[in-house]
């Protein structure tokens, strides 16, 4: 169980601070500003992963999840129990930010300003990056070391930074829904649910032409 409890707790502390800055942001008129939501995305990823990347692994990320099960890396069997585990982490952080703020009418919902299909590419991509990051810095379906959080942490931040203007750089399956269901706004969630999931598999294969040892490797 302590795993499970670790991917609550983790994608509860990720969805609380991360959508907590946008939701701040939006009720305050823009006293957080786009940089310090990006700078909180960032550093509550690094932190959780310094937290509980022994334990769980640190995914809070059904979309990682299921990459590292394609990569040989984790069980088949402990992804539906890992996202639920998720979905509750991330719908119990969206709730409280309801109770906290209920003037905010989008508790960080990701609704992009682009045509679908260029937000679809964009959310693609930035999950490729992210989890081509992850699989290199990983052991196993364990993001440890000491320069894992810091990686992984970076490169949220990175994208958050740069495409959070455009989709709000989601790259999580689990952090788009839980805003929406609280919300309500469920446009182009279809896309946000898709293209994360997608992004990691192609981050997987493109890692297995040039690593073969590190992602092909289910005795890791």
Known sequence: MKK????IIGTFSLIFCGTGAMTINEVTGGEVTHIGVAITWGLIVMAMIYAFGETSGAHFNPAVTIAFAFAKKFSWKEVPKYIIAQFIGALLASTILWVLFP??????ATIPILTPWRAFILELLLTFF??????????????????????IGGVVLLEAMFAGPMTKASMNPIRSLAPAIISGHYEH???????????ALLAVISCKLVKDDNCC????
Do not use: F
């Open 4 to 7: 499970y409890i670790s991917e």
């Open 103 to 108: 003037n905010s009418e989008y508790y960080g």
């Open 130 to 151: 992210l989890m081509l990051t992850i699989i290199n810095v990983s052991t196993g379906s364990k993001e440890v070391g000491v320069m894992a959080g810091i990686a």
């Open 217 to 220: 490797n289910s005795h890791c």
């Open 189 to 199: 969630l279809w896309l946000y649910i898709t293209a994360p999931i997608l992004g």
